[in-house]
């Protein structure tokens, strides 16, 4: 993981310096209405997210014993379960309607009931990978709808008819083009949400940092999360949804919360574990 991540974020820099150059070009070539495989991608990505998020939910509620833990920690982190549930329930429903809630609450049900089984000695260490995953995927998802708001940027299928709406993804436009689309969400392109799911997804390679059976795997996690996730941002370019800049910076902020988050983690898991882990 210690020339992963930083390979990671060469590519995304790079990624993001040809968007500033090409990203109008890009959408261009790649854009293809009502294509079946990005129509795929955009129910999927919210799902796995809402999944990714519900697992770190339970980490942190159920690996505690209950009739041995103090009252103000399992109100606090029942607060934190039901809270994040609730969220990624709402993502589900938002993209997918009633078969979005019945796959939440059935996979809820059932990471519940996995989370509980996790072994004892081992409850620990998975609490605080949700700690972790929880609260990178909210801050992030936060800081990207205030974006959003700022930089109004209009979609690539909302300007077809005239492509003087583009602006670069460093422009922020505010409300300024509300007037020249039909819907508001087609002035929230930058940054993608979709990405963002789906860069979060790379949050599942701390589930097995923490555990001394998986660790070695971490990276094979890390690598299929990372595939996924170029993948979903290819889709949403060929929708028209977003551009290139747009899903890279969607894909960074969870990315960039991992890379510190993951940091911290081995940081404590070295402390109360020092015989399994070395801090890099």
């Known amino acids: 993981m210690k020339k992963l991540f930083p390979a990671t974020a060469i590519g995304a820099l790079v990624l993001l310096i040809v968007g500033t150059f090409a990203d109008l070009r890009i959408d261009q070539a790649l854009y293809q ?8 991608f955009e129910r999927l990505a919210p799902l796995i997210g809402a999944t990714v998020l ?32 609730l969220v990624g329930l709402a993502l589900c429903y938002k993209y997918c309607h009633l078969f979005g809630v019945a796959y939440g609450v059935i996979v809820a049900i059932l990471i519940a009931c996995i989370v ?22 909210l801050i992030s998802m936060g800081m990207l709808e205030v974006a959003k708001i700022i930089w109004g940027r209009v979609r690539f299928r909302a300007m077809q008819s005239n492509l003087d709406l583009f602006t670069p993804w460093f422009h922020p436009n505010g409300k300024h ?18 990405s963002q799911f789906a860069g979060a997804t790379l949050l599942l390679c701390l589930l097995a940092l923490v555990n001394p059976r998986w660790k070695n795997k971490e990276s094979m996690v890390y690598g299929i999360a990372l595939v996924y996730a170029l993948v979903v941002m290819f889709s949403r370019m060929m929708q028209g949804a977003h551009f290139l800049s747009d899903v890279t910076v969607g894909f960074a902020l969870p990315f960039l919360g991992l890379w510190l988050a993951h940091h911290l983690l081995l ?14």
């Open 116 to 137: 509980y089984k996790i072994p004892d000695e081992l409850k620990q260490r998975y609490r605080w990978a949700g700690i972790a995953i929880v609260a990178v995927f």
């Open 54 to 85: 519900m697992i770190g939910a339970a980490l942190v509620f159920w690996t505690y014993k209950f009739i041995r833990e103090n009252l103000a920690k399992l109100v606090l982190s029942g607060l934190v379960y039901l809270g994040s549930t």
């Open 177 to 194: 083009y509300l007037s020249a689309v039909t819907v508001a969400d087609n002035i929230k392109s930058f940054p993608s949400g979709h």
């Open 33 to 40: 209405p009502g294509n079946g495989f990005s129509a795929f």
């Open 267 to 280: 940081k404590q898991l070295s402390q109360h574990y020092p015989q399994e882990y070395e801090l890099a």
